[in-house]
């Protein structure tokens, strides 16, 4: 008797599992390639596999259409996933969250927002659109505003100032309509006006490349001779700016002072060298957080207990605290195959029901690595 309740005991347990839905989800990449966004990818697919989620990344190319496309494509058919993970990729966020509600599929929007005059059309999450659940940002204006005050707290330490007594600065934005461009430069613009020690001169668009960043901070420092402080809404920006710095036989962090923003090897060691003087970062993880959210959405704990709409606040780093990061961000620690050194599903409430409050730490992370 005992023994056959124990065999039904185990057949009940294998079906259950056997029957244990597996959740898909979209994330689409506006630039798969990138430094930024290959490792947004690995570390969502890190976590992904740690919570049993089937991932799927697109690369949209730098194309919108391309990725309003594949979005389309991933929510329609048989195999179409349950939820889509995406950013404001020149203003597709909102087109995205349409074609999401219609199919009935969840949407939650990362790395960069939509600007005002489309918030009054999308509303907030679960608002006018009850598929979109929910947004995590970075902090882009307040990190904005530390980077723009360490660059002209740094031009009059070392006594760039011009002829007036005040440190010229000169912004390099992303794209025109680019949500997070925007909200950095309301960033810079805040910092500024909060000064008296300071001018801000000119902030000339880009398209978030290296190659127009160089042209426009070649543009900008003839227009303006006396700038000192170029401030830089992106590290590919940030690659051009140092490039038209060393062509006009300047030397960067000398004779003008700019800033990047990306946490990985590379960009620490510019700052180490003295060449930038501060970076800022670390929003990649951004993309492993909406993981274990909507993990635990789909378990029935719903993270709006907390916020629908979560910042998340980026590391600044400078020379004193570069060694720091250093160690911990190697192109080595941060390569795929160690990655899977990390356990999020520590950071998941379902996995773990003590967690009364998400401990979404980037130091937690690179601890473990």
Do not use: C
């Not at 839905?21 to 390639?33: E, H, Q, R, W």
């Amino acid at each position: 008797m005992m023994k056959k309740l124990f065999i039904t005991l185990i057949l009940m347990l294998l079906v259950t599992v056997s029957h244990a839905k597996t959740y898909k989800i979209a994330l689409f990449s506006p630039k798969g390639n990138s430094p930024f966004w290959t490792l947004v990818a690995n570390l969502a697919e890190e976590a992904a596999n740690d919570l049993g989620i089937k991932l799927r990344v697109y690369d949209a190319k730098l194309n919108q259409l391309k990725m309003i496309n594949q979005v389309k494509k991933a929510v329609t058919g048989p195999d179409k996933v349950d939820a889509v993970v995406f950013s404001n990729f020149k203003q597709s966020a909102f087109p995205i969250i349409k074609i999401a509600e219609e199919a009935g599929v969840f949407a939650f929007l990362f790395n960069s927002g939509m600007g005002k005059n489309t918030l009054l059309k999308a509303g907030q999450p679960r608002e006018k659109f009850k598929h979109w659940i929910g947004e995590m940002l970075p902090d882009d204006e307040g990190t904005a505003m530390k980077i723009t005050d360490q660059l002209i707290n740094d031009a009059i330490e070392k006594g760039k100032v011009a002829s007036d007594g005040k440190v010229y600065v000169v912004g390099v934005g992303g794209i025109v309509s680019d949500a997070t461009s925007i909200v950095r430069i309301n960033g810079l613009k805040k910092a500024i006006n909060r000064r008296t020690d300071a001018v801000l001169k000119q902030v000339a668009p880009t398209d978030f490349g290296a190659e127009k960043g160089k042209r426009a901070l070649l543009g900008l420092i003839q227009r303006y001779p006396q700038t000192t402080v170029v401030w830089s809404a992106s590290y590919r920006i940030t690659d051009g700016i140092l490039e038209g710095i060393k062509e006009k036989n300047l030397v960067p962090g000398k004779d003008i002072l700019t800033n990047t923003l990306v946490l990985n090897e590379k960009a620490l060691r510019t700052v180490k060298s003295g060449e930038v003087v501060v970076t800022a970062g670390g929003h990649y993880i951004e993309g492993a957080w909406v993981m274990v959210l909507l993990y635990d959405y789909f378990h029935g704990i719903d993270f709006a207990g907390e916020s629908l709409k979560m910042r998340t606040p980026m590391g600044i780093v400078t020379k004193d605290n570069v060694d720091l990061y250093l160690k911990n961000l190697t192109k080595e620690k941060l390569s795929k195959e160690n990655l899977k050194k990390i356990n999020f599903a520590q950071y998941s409430k379902k996995k773990n029901p003590g967690l009364k409050k998400y401990n979404f730490n980037l130091d937690s992370v690179l601890d473990q690595l």
